[in-house]
């Protein structure tokens, strides 16, 4: 996804340093080359040794440095990325740029460069919040800064709240949509994967065929097409997409939490095969065999994550499309399942076992729309991804 693109990382002085290496290390196994630039700061986290391993290159530190303006002028240093990343972005640095002081080589860099710039902000949650770091937030933005995050949750500081810098995953995600040009630059589409497992007991489940092919194949395409993508997978058997924010699941009911905290978006693509039921009386220790005879299950229904997004009075996707699997009637079960739940579109498949959908590497989708039927001839799972996406871009262009 970043195969041959260079990402200049300034790397700001927050206890989330500790992750940079963790996000070099993504962004080099995604093609990226990474030039680290450290500010004073950042070196009592993380050390400019560890950074320059991982990079491979070395790590910049000093503006005042004679043997790197011999090897690189500071300006040049500025310009030779595609995209200049900082994170963690401290409340100093934030304040810096919007300010265009130019200090140190992390805040000079950032005043020469003519190369897009994304900040991942991390601080704490009052910092945060504060007016001044709110008010140079705005600023930035006004300056055509990407912002990525901060997320909310449990900080290092013992504080609760926004403040937390998104995790490399997301970074990653964020660095390949904007390098990727595409019909979908600047969309952030959902799409959901895999089946769900729902517990029995602590050590059984139950589940469903669904191998995560599709939804992976069809998150790749739109990667592929510029999107920024959030991919929330149950326990698939397929590897995840690269490229994409990752949020991985167990459970319907997890699945959608995670469909909750990724909106809004512009489309969301819901291909997981969620179980419908789960079991109501799920054992918190292992059920034993025994003289009680045969365990009973009672069920309970799982959320309809599709029918909740589908339905959503306020900030509903624009676009929101979902898959029926069916085993008989598959256009009437699919285009009352359409009208059922309210969604846009629904990609219908036969999953009757003789068709070797399920878990196989072709489908054979029915595109169900306003406009009605559409029957798409069999094909593999990535040129139905493929098609898809092409279509999801056309629909989201045109709206
Ligand atoms: C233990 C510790 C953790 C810190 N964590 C953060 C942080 O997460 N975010 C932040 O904006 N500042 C944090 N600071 C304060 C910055 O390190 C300080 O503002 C520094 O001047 C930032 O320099 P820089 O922006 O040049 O990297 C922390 C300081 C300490 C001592």
């Given at each position: 996804m970043l195969a041959g693109k260079r990402i200049l990382l300034i790397i700001g002085?927050?206890?989330?340093?500790?992750?940079i290496p963790a996000l070099i290390r993504l962004l080099r196994q995604q093609g990226a080359a990474v030039t680290p630039v450290m500010t004073a700061a950042s070196e009592q986290f993380v050390t400019p040794l560890t950074v320059a391993a991982v990079a491979g290159e070395k790590a910049y530190t000093a503006l005042f440095d004679l043997t790197d303006e011999a090897e690189m002028g500071h300006i040049q240093l500025s310009r030779v990325a595609d995209l200049v990343l900082v994170a963690p972005a401290t409340a100093d640095l934030m304040a810096k740029m919007a300010q265009g002081l130019a200090g140190d080589l992390a805040s000079t860099l950032l005043l020469a460069t003519d190369t897009p710039v994304m900040i991942a902000p991390a601080m704490n949650v009052r910092m945060w919040l504060h007016p001044a770091t709110q008010r140079n937030l705005a600023l930035l933005k006004g300056d055509g800064v990407q912002i990525v995050g901060p997320d909310e949750g449990d900080m290092a500081c013992g504080e609760y709240g926004p403040g937390r810098m998104a995790e490399p995953e997301e970074l990653a995600a964020a660095c390949a949509a904007a390098l990727t040009d595409g019909p979908l630059k600047g969309r952030r589409v959902l799409v959901t994967s895999g089946p769900t497992h729902e517990p029995i007991d602590p050590v059984r489940y139950i589940a469903n065929r669904s191998s995560g092919a599709q939804g992976t194949a069809i998150a790749r395409a739109l990667v592929g097409l510029g999107a920024e993508v959030v991919f929330v997978t149950g326990p698939a058997d397929v590897l995840p997409p690269e490229g994409v924010t990752l949020v991985r699941v167990e459970t319907a009911r997890q699945m959608r939490d995670a469909v909750q905290a990724a909106l809004p978006v512009d489309a969301g693509v819901f291909a997981a095969a969620v179980a419908d039921w789960r079991v109501a009386?799920?054992?918190s220790s292992k059920i034993k065999k025994g003289a009680g005879g045969l365990p009973v299950l009672e069920f309970t229904e799982n959320p309809d994550i599709l029918a909740e997004v589908s339905q959503?009075?306020?900030?509903?996707?624009a676009l929101v499309v979902g898959f029926a699997a069916e085993t008989d009637d598959v256009v009437n079960h699919a285009t009352a399942k359409r009208a059922r739940k309210g969604c846009d579109w629904i990609l219908a498949n036969?999953?009757?076992?003789?068709?070797?959908?399920m878990g196989g590497s072709e489908n054979a989708v029915v595109l169900i729309s306003e406009d009605g039927a559409e029957v798409w001839p069999r094909m593999g799972k990535d040129d139905v991804a493929q098609r898809l996406a092409a279509r999801i871009a056309e629909t989201l262009g045109a709206g």
């Open positions: 002085g927050g206890i989330a340093a500790f992750k009386t799920e054992s959503m009075s306020d900030g509903r996707p036969d999953v009757s076992p003789e068709t070797g959908i």
